[in-house]
C-alpha cells in the first residue's frame, strides 16, 4: 500500500511518465479512499512503480445492470524498471484490492497508441468494449479496456 509519504515519488513518476496528470489532493483524495488499491512498486527500497485505482457505480460493461465497477485510474513504471514483470503484479494486485471492495469488474482508458500497455491489458484478459473520441487533452482516442473480476 501506498503511505503518504510516498505521494510526491508517485507524483514524481506519473510526471515522468504520463502525460496525464493530477493534482496532489487528487492522489490524496485516493489514498485516503481507497488504500488498498493504490499500491507502489519498491525495489531496493526505492519506490518506482505506481498503480491509482478507485470503485465507481455505473452500468456494468458486460451486462445489464448497475454494478460496482474497478477503474485503474493511473499505473506507471519507471522506464529503467519496464520488462521486468513490475506493471503486471501492479495490475494483479491492483484487481485483487479491487475485488474486496465489492467491484465485479474493471475497466481504464488506455491511449490507442500505446502499445506495451495495452499489451500488458490484453495479456490480463481484457477486451477493448469502447472507443472514446478526442478523449486526450491532445485530442487522441481512448479504447476503454475492461474484464469481470
Ligand atoms: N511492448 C509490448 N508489450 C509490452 C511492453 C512493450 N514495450 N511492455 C509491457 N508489455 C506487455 C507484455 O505482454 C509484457 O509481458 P512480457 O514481458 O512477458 O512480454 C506484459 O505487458 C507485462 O509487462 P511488465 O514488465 O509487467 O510491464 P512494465 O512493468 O514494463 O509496465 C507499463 C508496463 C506500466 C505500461 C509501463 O510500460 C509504463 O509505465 N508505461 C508508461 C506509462 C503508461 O503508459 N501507463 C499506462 C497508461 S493507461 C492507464 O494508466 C490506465
Ligand atoms: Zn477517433
Redesign the pocket.
Known sequence: MVELKDIPVVMDINLK??PENYTQSFFIQHYKKFPKAFLVAEVEGRVV?YIMCRVEHGISNFKFTLTKKGH?I????LPE?????????LMVKGMEALKEYGATEVY???RVS????I??YE?LNYVIVNRIHGYYADGEDAYVMARPL
Open positions: 511518465c504520463l512503480g485503474v493511473s499505473i506507471a513504471v524498471y519496464r520488462r521486468m514483470g513490475i506493471g503486471y503484479n481504464l482508458e488506455v500505446n502499445y506495451p500497455a499489451h500488458l495479456k
